[in-house]
């Protein structure tokens, strides 16, 4: 029994490959969570903005707008605040930090601002909801309608039977107490007990919502306010298409455009993809060519092979490859001449004459004379000289293997 032969390399073909395929595979790994990530994060967490499902957020509203049909997105881009654009905005304001990021807020588009009412603990085991909640000091509130350019200032009232206003009388609950605004500044929308509950402020362009427990989720599990929710966005929507934006830049779920995201997204997916596959072939043709440095070879070869090479390739330089046919056919006409003994003194047509009584090609079923009449002239272009060529070289070797049998 022969000995298995021995490699020079020490891993196979296969170890080699399921370790470039780790290695790929890892990288890509990296690369989507170095991109993703953020996007990865559970956004669920307690807190008075539009993915919080704890009392005080408001995905309760988002879900309930979605199950009516309403056209509703979560935005976190901070170009949302900056620029002006086709839908209602709605944004619910933290306690803190709310204020500075509305400096460069643009006001064109139709905003409902929602202040804040209750100071939320989270719970430490469930970060998910809150633990507890209390009553927001009226001072801080006000100190918040300052920042923000509205001459206003909160009150608390006991929750009236109903409340009036440009969509109708009705009779929302919220919890407690009603959070109001006293203004004479602000043209009042709905009214509750000569209290202010929904106004639009001329100065800054925007509708401002003192109590947000009609919106948030503990509110909204009461129908009346619910009802109160809904009438309010058909009041500031001017058309059935027009969408509902919850900004959730405000409470620090910003999300920013980085280089890795932008390459997987349209219009830059086409060019990655590109590169990708680029990269793929370099690899591929780096494998390929793995081996031993090729030796540099003569500039110009020696031998019969490489005389014939550097004719042919003067010939091509000169384009005169399809005037080849004449010369080619009187060729191999003098060498089955030469092959079957004809005597020299034959005369082109009876020479003809003999050659077709030699036989067909056995694929074409063609005479001599019938390849004659191709290559008389000059081809009409190289595959057509190639075609004619090889079935004339064809047919010589037919006759002449056949002549060889028959003299054995």
Known sequence: ?????????????????????????????????????????????????????????????????????????????????????????????????????????????????????????????????????????????????????????IGRIEVPATVDGAFGTLSPKPDVKMQVLDSEALDPIVTADEHILLAYAPDAGIYVLSDPDLINTFGLSEFDNAEFAVKMVDFMRYDADEPIIFDATLHGFVRSENLLQMMFDIPFIGATLTALMAALLLGWAALVRFGPPVQEARAIALGKQALADNSAGLITMARRETRLAPRYLDLIRRRVQRDIGAPKSLTGDQLAALLDRLGEDEISGKRFTDFAAGLNGPADNRDDLMNKTRELFRWRQGIIGRSMNERK
Do not use: C
């Not at 009516?68 to 905005?89: A, C, F, H, K, M």
């Not at 306690?95 to 601002?113: H, I, K, V, Y």
């Open 1 to 153: 029994m022969s000995p298995r032969p021995q490699s020079d390399s020490p891993f196979s073909a296969k170890v080699v490959g399921i370790l470039v395929a780790v290695a790929l595979f890892s990288f890509g790994a990296i690369m989507v969570l170095a991109g993703w990530a953020p996007e990865l994060r559970d956004k669920d967490v307690a807190g008075s903005h539009p993915y919080s499902t704890s009392a005080l957020g408001y995905q309760g509203f988002v879900r309930l707008l979605e199950a009516q049909g309403y056209p509703v997105e979560i935005s976190r881009l901070e170009r949302t605040l900056e620029e002006s654009d086709w839908g209602l905005l709605i944004l619910t304001l933290p306690l803190w930090g709310g204020n500075d990021a509305l400096e460069d807020f643009d006001s064109s588009r139709t905003t409902l601002l929602v202040l804040p009412k209750w100071d939320g603990i989270p719970d430490a085991l469930d970060r998910t909801k809150q633990h507890d909640t209390r009553f927001k000091n009226a001072r801080v509130l006000n100190d918040l309608l300052d920042d923000l350019n509205l001459d206003a200032t």
